[in-house]
């Protein structure tokens, strides 16, 4: 025993430095989680919050009264509406433009990384803003280019599903920038020597594409999926911002939902167990994405 604690003394160091983020993510992700859970079977309210002796426990009737409630079945296809159109458009465009970038190191292609990573780091409420000209109906500069062109005005957050398209465009745009650096870094990281092989060889540059780079970008793409899907499934600040889950509940996404039953209804049992059948989802899809995914390739 007296061995065993001199050994964990003498490699106390590793234990100091991943201390404090174990107890950050104990504190403010794994208790919330099981509090969530518990409060998901009571009728917590304000009056719960204010008195303690009047919260009740009620089983499943959150759940139950979830599976019938309209408004959280319209957030379940809203919110994979997003996901099914918004991963795979963010993947194939920061691809895309990672691989334009890699082509070159000099001051113009830095200059580009900037003024594509820029919009991820922007404040999503000045981003809102902005975009909340562009798509204003009446006097925004999509429609006033649209009537240069003669065509009709778009009511782009007027209509439900040409709403969730433009809060997927403002989304794609602002989330771009992350993936495309991890792109980047993937793409930089290929040996050079397999290019020069492939020349040798006769390939061109598709077949090097296809052949070379995307197989060694096998990493990277199942990252950048993962966590992208994961972001979209909780898909938030957008229509928070820019459309309150409007028009009609059009907008609304399930944490959207969870966010107004929560703090606005302050109905925190009902949000509680939405989050929960959420994080379900969440945990499924991500199983799903690494059952599916293939034998890696060894080069």
């Known amino acids: 025993m007296g061995n ?39 009728d917590l309210d304000l009056k719960g919050l204010a008195n303690w ?9 959150n759940y139950k009264e979830l599976f019938t409630d309209e408004v959280f079945h319209k957030s379940i296809y809203n919110t994979l509406f997003y996901a099914i159109i918004g991963v795979p458009l963010v993947i194939v465009c ?3 433009i990672a691989l334009l970038l890699n082509y070159g190191s000099n001051l113009l292609f830095r200059f580009f990384r900037g003024v594509y990573y820029m919009p991820s ?52 745009w602002k989330g771009i920038g992350i993936n495309m650096i991890i792109f980047l870094a993937a793409l930089q990281g290929i040996p050079q020597s397999y290019y020069e092989a492939a020349k040798i060889d006769g390939a061109n540059r598709f077949q090097m594409l296809f052949q070379i780079t995307i197989p060694l970008l096998r990493y990277a793409t199942f990252f950048v999926t993962i966590t992208t899907l994961i972001g979209w499934l909780q898909f938030f600040e957008e229509p928070f911002v820019m459309t309150q889950g409007g028009p ?5 996404s399930m944490a959207l939902f969870i966010y107004q039953e929560g703090f606005q209804f302050s109905e925190f049992g009902y949000a509680a167990a939405g989050s929960f059948i959420l994080f379900v989802f969440i945990i499924v899809v991500t199983l799903v994405q690494f059952k599916i995914r293939k034998s890696d390739t060894e080069y």
């Not at 005005?153 to 599903?161: G, M, S």
């Not at 009609?248 to 609304?252: Q, R, S």
């Open 248 to 252: 009609l509940n059009g907008t609304i």
């Open 53 to 61: 002796s009047n919260i009740n426990y009620i089983g499943l009737e």
């Open 121 to 172: 780091i922007t404040n999503i409420i000045a981003v809102a803003v902005i975009w909340g000209y562009l798509y204003n109906t009446e006097y925004g500069l999509f429609n006033y280019i649209l009537s240069l062109l003669e065509a009709d005005k778009i009511p782009w957050l007027e209509e439900p599903t040409i709403a969730k398209l433009s809060l997927i465009v403002l989304a794609v």
């Open 4 to 42: 065993g604690f001199k050994r964990l003394y003498q490699d106390r160091h590793p234990f100091m430095f991943i201390g404090p983020a174990v107890l950050i993510l104990l504190v403010f992700s794994i208790v919330p989680i099981f509090v969530a859970f518990f409060i998901s079977f009571t």
């Open 94 to 96: 920061s691809l895309g």
